[in-house]
């Protein structure tokens, strides 16, 4: 009688019947439990030897037998939740074929740009600054069906734009390793532009990065993944391009028929992991409680174009072809990242010259605390705006921009709470005049137009404060 009612007891207050009033409910039953054993205790053995060491033996394993118990129903309901947040809010049918997780940033900046020569006044200098929201992104992805069938929707605003998508594709995978994706997403050429900019280690990319990027296109992909070896291809409408003989705009979200798409479009991605897991490649931080790793990649890039909607001369059909590679070391506490990239343009007009365009950047990274991180990076360009001499014409290339770019910039990052809530600082200089390679919605300014004159003047000075949030 004695073991069956302090089972009966225990159970009931190590499983409450509901989680609302839970802690009322074992308060309660705890009042209950030690009125019954002081009557017990009075009644069995009033000179308060009933507590022997079998007893209580038998009382312990009866314990640990309810408490096994309750562990058991509590792994079973949250195997069965089908709402909640683990790293980011989801839904989930109850056999976990269907998933929703949802997740998104926003990242506000304030910046302050001084430019020695002034676009609309030449001669004189002009400071420019004010805070922006410089993007908010909005994520869904996902299973169907089964977990070998994935998806992802993605949509953004930049700089205050109307929202509009940005990743929208279904993924399937084949086999272990082996996926097949069709839709629209990031273009498999340079790593920089494959980490999200949520993790980026500077405030935003290079301008190097804002040139040469292949952007987001539709297409169709095939990715290999081992152990140590990855692998991506792809056929594609077509992707980002910018030079005097073929500045192509965004390929994001345009249509089928659009005059930018391409006669054929080819893409392909390989990486090398030397050392560490694919996880920690997913950004650059080389965390305190990370290990070391090494990933080196390489891409290539062709496009073959039937029209020209880049410029006004109906009579090119501009070949692009491109290529990159790049290397990241990661340390316990720092990082260091670089690659170098090349892309050329031929017109397919006789007596005029291609166009060859190359660009390198090098940053790192170095944790002072746990949460603190030091950051640097430098980089170097060459847009090829004038293959053939001459002067510079209104409506190519950023107005015939200045062709270069030497910038280095130094920052820190204080993740707050890791990647989701993060402070960051930066400030830029520029060592050469800022044409061809000016970035205004993340990065330097045009120092001048064509008809201003003033590419040349070096010293332009960009500063930047972010704060992001992650949910």
């Known amino acids: 009688m004695l073991s069956a009612s302090i089972a009966a007891l225990v159970a009931s207050v190590v499983v409450p019947t509901t989680a609302v009033d839970e802690q009322q409910v074992i308060d309660q039953k705890l009042a209950e439990l030690r009125g019954e054993v002081a009557e017990l205790r009075a009644a069995c053995d009033p000179q308060g030897s009933w507590l022997t060491a079998a007893r209580a033996g038998e009382i312990r394993e009866l314990v640990r037998d309810v408490l096994a118990d309750a562990g058991t129903r509590d792994s079973l309901q949250a195997a069965g939740m089908t709402a909640g947040r683990r790293d980011r809010f989801f839904l989930a049918s109850e056999d976990g074929n269907w998933v929703m997780n949802v997740q998104g940033y926003t990242q506000v900046r304030y910046a302050f740009d001084y430019r020695p020569s002034n676009p609309a006044a030449p001669g004189d200098s002009v400071d420019t600054f004010g805070a922006s929201i410089r993007r908010m992104r909005f994520q869904f992805e996902g299973t169907v069906v089964d977990p070998t069938w994935r998806y992802k929707l993605q949509f953004v605003s930049y700089q205050g734009s109307v929202l509009s998508p940005d990743d929208i594709y279904l993924e399937k995978t084949l086999a272990p390793g082996l996926s097949l994706r069709i839709g629209q997403f990031n273009l498999p050429f340079l790593r920089e532009s494959l980490i999200p900019d949520s993790v980026t280690t500077m405030v935003d990319r290079a301008g190097t990065e804002f040139f040469f990027s292949a952007g987001r296109g539709q297409g169709i992909q095939l990715t290999a993944e081992g152990e140590h070896l990855r692998a991506s291809a792809g056929v594609f409408d077509s992707f980002d391009v910018k030079s005097n003989y073929f500045s192509s705009g965004s390929s994001r979200n345009q249509a089928w028929d659009s005059p ?8 392909a991605r390989a990486e090398w992991k030397l050392a560490g897991t694919w996880t920690q490649c997913r950004d650059f931080a080389g965390w305190r409680t990370g290990e070391f790793g090494v990933l080196i990649g390489a891409a290539g890039e062709i496009e073959k174009k039937g029209n020209n909607a880049g410029t006004s001369d ?9 290529a990159t590679v790049d290397i990241g070391i990661e340390w316990p506490g720092a990082s260091i990242f670089s690659y170098f990239v090349w892309r050329q343009i031929d017109p397919g007009v006789a007596g005029m010259n291609n166009a060859n365009q ?10 002072v605390t746990d949460d603190v991180e030091l950051t640097a990076r430098y980089e170097y360009g060459d847009a090829d705006t004038m293959p053939n001499g001459g002067a510079g014409a209104v409506g190519t290339l950023v107005n015939n921009g200045y062709p270069y770019n030497s910038t280095v910039t130094v920052g820190a990052n204080w993740y707050i709470s890791g990647q989701f809530l993060k402070l960051s600082w930066d400030i830029g200089y520029a060592f050469q005049g800022v044409g061809a390679f000016a970035s205004p919605p993340g990065a330097f300014l045009a120092d001048g137009t064509s008809s201003s004159g003033q590419f040349n003047q070096s010293g332009q000075v960009l500063a930047r404060m972010q704060v992001q949030l992650m949910w």
Do not use: H, K
Not at 260 to 267: G, I, L
């Open 260 to 267: 930018t798409v391409a006669d054929y479009c080819f893409m």
């Open 358 to 367: 190359y660009g390198l950047v090098v940053q790192g990274g170095y944790f």
């Open 314 to 322: 109906p009579s090119i059909e501009p070949l692009v072809a491109g």
